[in-house]
């Protein structure tokens, strides 16, 4: 296996609600546009937890949210208003600045219930930093799926085994949903420059040898890897796409090629220059930290 391997951390969001993060790392800072990677769960929610993220800003980037279980309602300072479920792609770009707020739908507060999902950022070329914000929810009816060699592809985002996904980017990207049947094997053909797979369930093997849980496999340009299983069957994902047209510098929400831009998206949050969630009267205030060094 021709693979740099990256090991997850655990970060508190607040309420108990522990996400594993794989992306930005000291190894690697992006893998494509994928700036960021959080795996949240699989998750038992009491009654009583309060899972919610109040409203908080994002520029230079676009927040990609992916469901296995439960639901989430997202709103944003441009009036969106949606219900994420299990399947579905959620492509929210904040470009020069967004707000939104990531919330438990009434159906299921206080409800037990689970959740399980991914939350990664694809940071935007400097091009498109600073475009309109928009956000485009695409149906899990929409999603191509491909069956093969025991496998289930669920093409999220991109182009691979023929099928295009209709999620459209800033660049060339790449998202799989991968379920493979125990004893089969898949040869992943045509990955793009910077690519990498990630477990989400069961034991991944990746060219024979066997990928930890929680850990990142960064795969080599080039490379044709082969998945295979180790006992029953297995669920991970594969990310990836063009390199990033350069360095980019991370503080809190915000993501930029430039860091004076950050310290001004850092004022306008304070000032709350940077919109309101319709119906919302919450915020989430600026970290008292500075501005962190480069990624």
């Known amino acids: 296996m021709s693979a740099a391997i990256l090991k997850s951390h655990e970060k508190d969001l607040g309420g108990g609600f522990v996400v594993r993060r794989l992306l930005p790392s000291a190894v690697k800072q992006a893998v494509g ?54 399947g579905a792609i959620n492509w929210m770009t904040a470009g020069r600045g967004i707000v939104h707020s990531e919330r438990t739908p009434h159906d299921l507060a206080g409800q037990p219930h689970r959740t399980h999902g991914l939350q990664l950022w694809a940071a935007l070329p400097k091009a498109h930093e600073e475009d309109a914000p928009s956000f485009t929810h695409t149906p899990q009816a929409d999603i191509p799926v491909v069956t093969r060699d025991g496998a289930v592809v669920k093409v999220l985002i991109g182009t691979a085994f023929g099928q295009t996904s209709p999620v459209r980017t800033y660049m060339p990207t790449l998202y799989l949903d991968v379920a493979l049947q125990a004893g089969r094997e898949l040869r992943l053909e045509g990955l793009p420059p910077e690519a990498a797979i990630y477990p989400i369930s069961g034991e991944v093997r990746l060219d024979g040898v066997a990928l930890a849980p929680h850990t990142m496999a960064l795969l080599e340009a080039g490379d044709v890897p082969v998945v295979t299983t180790g006992g029953g069957p297995v669920q991970f994902v594969v990310i990836g796409g063009e390199p990033l047209d350069g360095h980019r510098y991370l503080f809190w929400n ?42």
């Open 33 to 86: 546009p994928f700036i960021f990677f959080d795996h949240f769960g699989p998750i038992d929610v009491a009654p009583d937890a309060n899972h919610d993220v109040r409203p908080h800003p994002h520029i230079g980037l676009a927040t990609v949210t992916y469901l296995f279980e439960g639901a989430i309602d997202h709103r944003d300072s441009i009036g969106s208003c949606q219900r994420i479920e299990p």
């Open 254 to 295: 915000f993501v930029s090629s430039s860091k004076e831009r950050l310290s001004q998206a850092a004022d306008d949050w304070s000032a709350q220059r940077m919109g309101q969630v319709p119906g919302e009267t919450e915020f989430i205030p600026l970290p008292k930290a500075p501005l962190r060094p480069p990624a």
